[in-house]
Each structure stands twice: as C-alpha cells, then as structure tokens.
C-alpha cells in the first residue's frame, strides 16, 4: 500500500499565547497540513484526525519512541528525552529556541528563531487519538501534494525517524501500521546505534544484558529504559502500588491498554508480559524493542511465517535387509518424522551403497514412521550396506545397515 505526500508546515509556537502552544518532544511534532482533505482520507482505527483550531494536527513519529519529556507530569531520564527533541528541532531548521522557565510550562516555546518550518509527511494511518502516523521530512518535496508515494528502503533511511534511531536519540517501536520490510531496513539501523554505543545506549536499562532497578516513581525518572516500559510503570507506581512484585499480574489485569499484543519473532502472537522479568524490584525486557512488532488492530492481521522444517528432522530408524524368500521388492526401510510438523517428502530419495535410487513421493505426518519398500534399483547386501536418505542432492542421514539392529 502507498503511503501518501502531505505537505505543510511544522507549528512549535503560539506568538499570541505562547503559554498555550504546543509541548514538542522527541517524537511528536504539530503539523498545519496544506490541504486537509488528504488528512481526512488516511485510514483510522477510530475517529478522524484531531484538528484545532488552527487547522492544525499531531503528528506521531512512525516507528520510533523518544523519551519521555512529559507524560502524565512525569518524564524520564531527561537529558536524552531533551536531546532528542532539540535534535528533531534542529534537523526541521527552527534554529534557536528558547523555553519557559517556569513549573508547569517549563515544555512550552518561549520564542524561537525561524518559525513555522516547512516539511511534509509521508502517512498512511491515523491513530486511535486522531493524531497522523508518518515519517517526518523537513524542506520541500519535487512530487506534487498528495501523491502517492511507494516508500522504499533508500527513501525511508532519509527521514527524521530513520536519524533520530541512526543516532541513538530514539527507540526503535515497531506497530503494524509499518511495513515488514521497512521494519527490517530500520531494524538495522537500530542495532548498529546499539553495537557501536551511540547515544543513549551506553545508559540504557532493563535490556536483556542489565536488569533496571526501579522500587518509586523517583527512581523510574532517572532511568534510561523503552518508553513503553516507562509508560507501563510510571501508571503502575501512580495507581498506589509499591515494589514490583505485583506488577505482571496488574499488566495482566487489562489487555487492552496494558499488556499490549506483540507478534513475536518466534513467530507467536504474545503480550507485554512475555517479554518482561522481574526478581524483587528489578526488571527486564528480554528482547530489544526492534525485535518485536506491537499490535494495536489498525494495520492488516499479521502473516505469520509458515514453519520451516529442516530436512535432517526426517531420518532411517529401521530397515528390513534380508526378508525370507524373494528380496526384490520386498526389503523395506522406515523413515521418522521426529518434527510436530508433515514434511512433504517429494525431494527426497532413498539410496544405496552402490548409487541406487528410489524417490519418494507424498506427505509424512507429524510423529508418523513410514514403511517404504525398496525396488529392483536399490539393493541392500545382506553382508553389509549403507542406506543413504538424500533431500534433494543433499546427504540427510546416512545409516550402516547393521546399526539399525
């Protein structure tokens, strides 16, 4: 499915009543759409987009989770939650911007250097509070408004999503609004900010490599962690709960806005729960965030891979070398199927010793033993042979005759 070309300008500022404007951070952005109308058609899980009165509407970043600035008057560790919204600032070309420096609107543009900033969208989806799900581009665009745009690798890696995780400034999260295979060329980006230690990496927790320990709300701001987690926890502590020791069982407790769905790469479908670990008041997660795809019911129902079967789970368990009377088409020798999977056995063959060959044809079931009787073209010496079972031109499971007894 195409995504779509929405042209506009990124809004961060109020000049009339700068206490009252908007909060960006490092993956949310206003957004004033030069036709809205091509905000209108984007799918939706839900109702329509969220305008203001301005004409103006939220822009969620497209697979990526900054840290939090300000969610409900809680943020995380705040020195990359701010890095990566002035790098998001900067790379739209506001230039200086200056913030209140008061409680309570201490998030909110003071006064800002070039503003508003042009840019334009590349979206297919709303979410489920009206706001666009995209991939953010600064500047101008050769393609007219509104054209529909096939997003490859080469054009993806361009965006302000793709650079923010490039640089480490913000988490990989997967919905299944994205495309699979954008979902691989992002994924990529996101280990290699990891192996080679950029930005927030170096501080971050509850990875599968270091266990977070968070026993208050006090201790959670401090942390570097997935914001998701972060989410999770900061309403766990805000609900009166202490210690973690009670905190799988309250995710479990609402499945639809705690313990998100994710599709595993096992692949299984699976729920927050599962990827999580806790002993006393430390936490993990057990994957890393781009190794999973999170489930909110507005993209298409996942695919999930069909299983693979490796050849060598087929094997020679018995044979009949030298039945009494005629041996022509009466020698036998049994295959297993050691898989929870029916394996179609039309590349496979049975060979002897000498080169003879007999293919096989048709299915064998999950657990089943197959009873195959031998032709004229493979001979089995009673004085000793080797059954070989090939897969194709590959040798599978050879086996001595008389280790089989």
Same mark, same amino acid.
């Given at each position: ?175 299944? *609004? ?87 790469? *096992? ?18 997660? *057990? ?54 999977? *029916? ?63």
């Amino acid at each position: 499915m195409p995504y779509t070309l929405i042209k506009g300008q990124f809004i961060i500022h109020y000049p009339d009543m700068p206490r009252n404007g908007p909060e960006p951070d490092g993956d949310t952005v206003k957004f004033q759409p030069a036709d809205q109308a091509l905000v209108n058609a984007l799918a939706r899980p839900g109702h329509g987009p969220d305008f203001n009165r301005q004409g103006m509407v939220s822009v969620r970043f497209e697979a990526i989770d900054a840290l939090e600035t300000h969610f409900q008057e809680m943020h995380q560790q705040l020195e990359f939650a701010l890095r990566a919204r002035d790098r998001m600032l900067e790379i739209l070309g506001f230039g200086q911007v200056q913030y209140f420096d008061e409680p309570g609107v201490q998030f909110k543009v003071r006064q800002v250097e070039q503003h508003p900033r042009p840019g334009y969208l590349l979206a297919r989806t709303l979410d489920q509070h009206g706001r666009i799900v995209g991939f953010v581009c600064e500047g101008d665009s050769n393609e007219p408004d509104g054209a529909q745009v096939m997003l490859r690798s080469d054009r993806v890696v361009q965006s302000l999503n793709a650079r923010l995780i490039a640089e480490g400034l913000a988490y990989a999260s997967f919905y299944d *609004t994205l495309p699979a295979d954008l979902r691989g060329d992002l994924k990529q980006l996101a280990v290699s900010a990891r192996q080679q230690a950029r930005g927030l990496y170096p501080l971050a927790t509850a990875t599968p490599e270091r266990w977070a320990r968070v026993d208050s709300l006090r201790t959670l701001e401090t942390l570097v962690l997935f914001p998701k987690l972060f989410r999770r926890l900061a309403s766990y502590f805000s609900a009166g709960n202490t210690g973690l020791s009670g905190f799988l069982s309250w995710l479990r407790a609402d499945p639809v806005d705690r313990d998100d769905r994710l599709l595993l790469p *096992t692949p299984e479908i699976g729920n927050l729960h599962d990827i999580l670990e806790v002993r006393g008041n430390e936490i993990r997660m *057990t994957l890393e965030p781009e190794e999973f795809v999170i489930l909110d019911g507005s993209g298409p129902a996942p695919e999930l891979p069909k299983p693979t079967v490796e050849a060598s789970a087929v094997r020679v368990i018995a044979a009949l070398v030298n039945p009494i009377g005629a041996e022509v088409g009466f020698e036998t020798v049994t295959l297993l199927n050691a898989t929870a999977a *029916t394996i179609n056995l039309d590349s496979f063959s049975i060979r002897d010793r000498a080169g003879g060959s007999l293919k096989l044809s048709g299915q064998l079931g999950a657990g089943d033993a197959l009873r195959v009787k031998l032709n004229a073209a493979v001979r089995l010496a009673n004085t000793g042979d080797e059954i070989r079972l090939f897969s194709g031109e590959r040798l599978i499971d050879p086996q001595s005759c008389h280790s089989l007894f």
